[in-house]
């Protein structure tokens, strides 16, 4: 509505502060039937303090939604939303592909999912 882009960012490492504890089999099942994710993260000390890791932030460019006006009246909302979802997506997987490098993870791959 008013034409204000969204920042993809990127941080490389943050999956290393904490741990999560492995819960028992029924606590799992449970978990699937209340539909409510049943999880224990822990880091230094079985605290929520993070453990020690080193953190690269990535930006990328800049994702614009589709201007409002006359030429792009056939557009709707949701459209111009899935749209810019598309290429807030697009623009994450290319940060984190040209820096994984720079962090060590040349081997990794970054899988977006989206329901």
């Known amino acids: 509505k008013h034409g204000v882009p969204i920042l ?6 943050s999956t290393k502060l904490l741990r999560r504890l492995q819960l028992h089999p029924l606590i799992e099942k449970l ?7 049943l999880v224990v993260f822990y880091g230094q000390w079985f605290l929520p303090i993070p453990f020690r890791q080193k953190l690269l932030y990535v930006m990328g460019n800049p994702v614009y939604p589709t201007p409002d006006g006359p030429g792009n009246a056939d557009y709707s909302i949701e459209h111009r939303a899935e749209e810019m979802l598309q290429n ?10 040209s820096q994984k490098e720079s ?13």
């Open 31 to 37: 978990s699937l039937l209340l539909r409510a994710s």
């Open 103 to 115: 962090y060590g993870w040349s081997h990794k791959t970054l899988k977006l999912v989206q329901r």
């Open 88 to 97: 807030y997506c697009n623009e994450v997987l290319r940060i984190f592909d």
């Open 8 to 13: 993809p960012v990127y941080c490389f490492g």
